[in-house]
């Protein structure tokens, strides 16, 4: 996954939270050798793949309307990872997929295409002060925050979590906000390996995966961090 956060939750003592793009990678480590073939399931995993594509999808112009510009952005950052040029294709034409992808049945030209560079911002910083909290307080809010499109148990996984009491701040990034019509939206890159199939990313899957990795609570803590931060900065904004 693009944004590897073990824990955004950060006591008195917190180890301080550093964009993904920041991270530093030995090249010289052997890649894992992909499967047969170049298409995107075959692509190597972990966490170096997951920022490589990140990074892509940082630097691309949304619009593809330089269909070489773009091409070159995704070889070099293909480089820069110690990727092979052969993935270049493949990269290119899951780019075109995720950005092409409308976002809402009701608004066709809801798509990442159309937001420009001026109305998107990668890497909000948020750090805000966080009163005492354990596991089961955090259950507690989602229990009684009635969100009936949460799964039915997630509140039981979140006292699994098994973490001390803490106090202190929380600090993280988040990889994208952009602005679409009158609202705001964040985004938060994944590249988990599910399975070598379009069927094996349904949306049940998919909602299995945030589940398990606790994706829902990071959803959570972004939407607070963006609220936060919308409240200062806009003078009509509204939650």
Not at 10 to 23: E, V
Not at 50 to 55: A, M, Q, T, V, W
Request: glycine letters at 6%; a negative charge.
């Amino acid at each position: 996954k693009l944004a590897s956060y073990s824990s955004l939750i950060a006591a008195k003592s917190y180890r301080a939270d550093q964009p993904d793009y920041d991270r530093v990678y030995d090249l010289t480590v052997m890649q894992k050798p992909a499967p047969a073939g170049t298409d995107i399931f075959s692509f190597p995993r972990g966490a170096q793949a997951g920022s490589c594509i990140h990074e892509i999808f940082e630097q691309v112009d949304f619009s593809l309307a330089d269909a070489a510009q773009a091409r070159q952005i995704i070889g070099d950052t293909l480089g820069r990872y110690g990727f092979e040029m052969r993935w270049q294709e493949t990269l290119w034409n899951m780019v075109q997929q995720v950005l092409f992808m409308p976002l809402e049945h009701a608004q066709p030209d809801f798509m990442l295409k159309n937001i420009s560079m001026q109305e998107r911002l990668h890497e909000l910083e948020f750090y805000f002060p966080l009163e005492r909290i354990t596991a089961a307080g955090l259950a507690d809010i989602f229990t009684g925050a009635g969100m009936p499109h949460l799964a039915h148990d997630f509140d039981q996984r979140m006292k699994e979590l098994g973490f001390s009491p803490v106090q202190g701040f929380i600090r993280g990034f988040i990889d994208m906000v952009f602005q679409y019509g009158d609202k705001f939206y964040l985004i938060d890159w994944k590249s988990n390996y599910l399975g070598d199939s379009p069927a094996d990313y349904s949306r049940a899957t998919l909602q299995k995966a945030m589940i398990e990795h606790y994706y829902i609570l990071q959803y959570h803590l972004y939407t607070v961090a963006l609220h936060r931060y919308l409240a200062m900065r806009g003078t009509d904004y509204d939650y």
